[in-house]
């Protein structure tokens, strides 16, 4: 009895130590998106849907979906645009980067995922193809189709 007794009061402590944590993780996520933020998303996205957003470092990532695509939008805190990453089907890729992928040793390989990355200085394309063994491997493009 006196054993039970113990081991009850031992894993009281801990759940107890549990609730804590999940409440101060709860107060961390309820943050409010700075106003700033909010208004550059707004005006650059205006159909975006502000669902699921986090921090990294002092920076804001905003996820969404729409027009059949998944976007990744980066803001400074001071509410500047960053960079968007957009992932696209293969076949939305320009004519230029589908004619270099297509002569380069990867072409017959299985298509994981295409990205586009928008920044303001310019936009390129990422083709990540999977061989065989299930190594991926990255391609960059520009808009030109030239392979960075």
């Known amino acids: 009895m006196k054993y039970s007794l113990i ?4 894993l009281l402590s801990f759940l107890v130590n549990a609730q804590e944590n999940i409440t101060d993780t709860i107060a961390t996520a309820d943050t409010a998106i700075a106003e700033n933020v909010l208004n550059a998303f707004n005006k650059k996205y ?5 669902n699921e957003w986090k921090m990294d470092g002092d920076n804001y990532i ?3 979906y729409s027009d ?3 976007y990744d939008v980066s803001f400074s805190n001071k509410g500047k645009w960053l960079n968007t990453y957009i992932i696209i089907d293969y076949e939305r890729l320009p004519d230029a980067v589908v ?13 994981k995922k295409v990205v586009v990355m928008d920044n303001p ?5 990422k083709i990540y193809v999977v061989d065989y063994d299930d190594n991926e491997t990255e391609l960059i493009y520009t808009e ?3 392979l960075l």
Do not use: R
């Open 62 to 64: 905003i996820t969404f």
């Open 144 to 146: 030109e189709g030239k």
């Open 99 to 111: 004619k270099s992928f297509e002569k380069t040793k990867f072409n017959d390989l299985e298509i």
């Open 121 to 125: 200085d310019e936009k390129l394309y």
């Open 46 to 50: 205006p159909k975006g849907d502000l």
């Open 7 to 10: 081991i009850f009061l031992i």
């Open 68 to 70: 059949n695509k998944w």
